[in-house]
Structures are given as C-alpha cells and as structure tokens.
C-alpha cells in the first residue's frame, strides 16, 4: 500500500480542454511532487510543494499549472495541451523536506499514475 | 551535469541472483544512493537506499564501493515477479532540480 492515490487513472482530452488531476497522500508527509514518465525516457520532476510552498519548478511550460491546497492534496491543471504531453503523470509525497529543503535520505512514495492522452 | 548510468536491460532466469550496477561519478559528500522498483501503470516502489559499504533488507542489498562512484544493487533468487524497471536515484546536492532518475534498468525474468 504506498498510501497516495491519483485520480483519474486513465485520461484522453483534446488540445482545447481543460482538465485537472488529483493526488491524495494518506501518510503525514509534508513534501508532494508530480513527475513525467513519457515512453522510453527517465522520469522528469515537475514540481515540488514543501508545506504547501512550491519550492521548485522545472522550467515546466504554463500549460501545465500545480495547485496545493494542503499537505495532503495536489492538484495539475492542464490546458491546451499539444500532444507531446501524453505521458504517465505520477504523483509523489515524502516525509520530511528538511530545513534545506529536499534530504537525498528522502524516501519517496509515489502513487499509481495518470495516463494522459492529448489528442 | 551530473547524472546516473545505468545498462538499459538485463535477462534472468528464476533462482539466479542478479546485480545491476549504476555509475555517479559526480555523486556528493552527503547523497545518498536509492533504488526504486517500477512495474507497468504503477508508481515508483523503494527498495533499498545507502550510503557507502553494505546495505541489506529482506529483499535486496546494496554494495556501494569506497570511491562511491557507483554502486550495485543485488537481488537474490529472482523470481517471475521481480520482472520490472529498476531506477537508481542519487540524491544530488544543490536542490529539487538535482533529483535525476537513471534511465531505468528493464530486467526480464525468465522461467
């Protein structure tokens, strides 16, 4: 069980839409991350929120907007997306940022995933 | 650019014990090395982390040398369901945008 869930599973959307996926982490942690797993390539951080601050972007373009609420949730706003972004979007939580920010003992656990496809 | 390498695929049969080893030359004086287990449509899974010599769990361990520069983890007595991509993760200093995945090691288990 790694106790962080992402909702939908599966997504198909057109370039114009404009859709939202869910993270949900049931562990206490205080760090929560989304990452891009496109085919045949490594995973590519997105984001990283630590207590709620977003405290790293990767250059990532505007189309794709995070939002969190609160520790326990993340959200990733999509629109206009091009096709190029259709890729798994995995959701990830650790426990403890330290005052440094991220610690390389960090363990993180990552949820299921959300397989877009941009049409 | 620091970075990890790691061989793209390996093949194994059932009962052998497989090692896959990852290369981080420019791997810091306070990062820790991680391996993570990945099955198709799921999430990353932890298995082992260290820092230098030996590590050992119930399902791995973890031989990282003296210089540091890579290091190997070793699965014993494979099965079928030890058939997945593994990631070695160095937890690079400098920040959130130094966390690099390796490209991931697909190991097929054969019966």
């Known amino acids: 069980e790694t106790g962080v869930t992402q909702t939908p599973r599966h997504l198909v959307m057109g370039m114009t839409n404009k859709k939202s996926l869910k993270c949900e982490q049931h562990l206490g942690h205080n760090a929560m991350y989304w990452y891009k797993q496109s085919a045949k390539k490594p995973l590519e951080l997105m984001f990283v929120y630590s207590l709620e601050e977003r405290v790293e972007n990767n250059s990532v373009p505007s189309r794709f907007s995070p939002e969190c609420p609160n520790s326990s949730h993340l959200f990733l706003h999509l629109h206009t997306l091009q096709p190029e972004d259709s890729a798994l979007y995995l959701c990830a939580s650790s426990q403890d940022p330290g005052l440094a920010g991220f610690s390389s003992t960090d363990t993180q656990y990552f949820g299921p995933g959300t397989r877009l496809t941009v049409l | 650019l620091a970075k990890t390498t790691q061989p793209i695929s390996m093949d194994s049969y059932e009962g052998q014990e497989v090692n896959i080893t990852c290369s981080h030359n420019n791997i810091a004086t306070n990062d820790y090395i991680t391996w993570y287990q990945q099955f198709p449509s799921q999430g990353p899974r932890f298995i082992i982390q260290?820092?230098?010599t030996k590590v050992t769990n119930e399902v791995a361990s973890l031989f990282i040398p003296a210089d540091r520069k890579s290091s190997t983890l070793s699965l014993p007595r494979v099965s079928l369901s030890d058939t997945a991509v593994y990631y070695c993760l160095v937890g690079f200093s400098g920040g959130y945008n130094k966390l690099i995945f390796g490209a991931g090691t697909r190991l097929a288990v054969h019966p």
């Open positions: 260290g820092y230098k």
